[in-house]
């Protein structure tokens, strides 16, 4: 038990740490733990341990198999909070894999079950539901419907951490570059650089630079080359090999 609770802990905290590129590094050591965890006869650590490696999964750009296990967690997780954490990463697994309507009925339970429960956990609350929902329906193809919802009010709770409010301000730029406001989409992207820089977390600051380009808010996605190459020159070359690619999505 303590060396798989320590090979997911070690996975899941590379999984914040690392850029895109060297993602599949944290998904191999939350699998080396679903090995464990498997033949434990532990139905709780099981399910914790599917939905780290579901979602490392699903950073490192392996969604078919991330939905896979985050499916088999939810219906695992005995606790409203763990299948709260789990229903969120299989809703943002299946957007990103683009199937609406696998991403609709796993919203639709996340949001049913936000309505039953306080949500309290990392995951499981009204900050990260509405996240996830924006970013869920942008991966689906429905933008529009998207920028209802980053008009309508904002939430009135806090993230759970800090790197979901940098999540947050790079969606929420993204979305707001889609209805065409510009001045709106710089101030989050911008909002969310600094924070990332600060923070240490370069997939975030690429999640920006991509979202920059597309923009193309060139100013904004220099500043993020910039920022990448300041963690780069402090965390050292090794460590964020080839993080000036921003091809593949993250968290």
Do not use: C
């Not at 303590?2 to 590094?25: M, N, W």
């Not at 033949?39 to 341990?49: I, N, P, Q, S, V």
């Not at 539901?129 to 689906?140: H, Q």
């Amino acid at each position: 038990m303590l060396l798989a609770q320590g090979r997911v802990a070690l996975g899941v905290s590379l999984g914040t740490v690392l850029p895109e590129e060297r993602l599949a590094t944290a998904a191999r050591w939350t699998g080396k733990a679903l090995l464990i965890a498997q033949r434990l006869g532990d139905t709780e650590f099981l399910a914790h341990t599917l939905r780290m490696h579901g979602n490392e999964l699903r950073k490192a750009g392996h969604e078919p198999a991330a939905v896979a296990r985050l499916e088999q967690a939810a219906e695992l997780t005995p606790d409203a909070t763990g299948q709260g954490t789990a229903l969120a990463l299989l809703s943002r697994a299946t957007g990103e894999l683009g199937a609406p309507d696998r991403f609709d009925h796993a919203i639709g339970r996340y949001r049913d079950l936000l309505d039953q429960h306080p949500g309290d956990g990392m995951l499981f609350n009204p900050f990260t539901f509405r996240e996830i929902e924006l970013r869920g329906l942008m991966a689906t193809g429905r933008a529009d419907q998207a920028v209802r919802v980053v008009d309508a009010a904002q939430v009135d709770a806090a993230p759970a951490a800090p790197q979901w409010h940098i999540i947050e301000r790079v969606t929420a730029g993204q979305v707001l570059l889609e209805a065409g406001e510009r001045h709106g989409a710089e101030e989050a992207l911008r909002t969310a650089l600094q924070a990332a820089e600060a923070q240490r977390l370069p997939h975030q600051i690429q999640r920006a630079i991509r979202a920059a380009r597309v923009g193309p808010l060139e100013t904004v996605g220099a500043d993020g080359e910039a920022a990448l190459q300041r963690l780069r020159d402090l965390l050292g070359q090794s460590a964020l090999t080839g993080a000036d690619s921003v091809s593949r999505p993250a968290q």
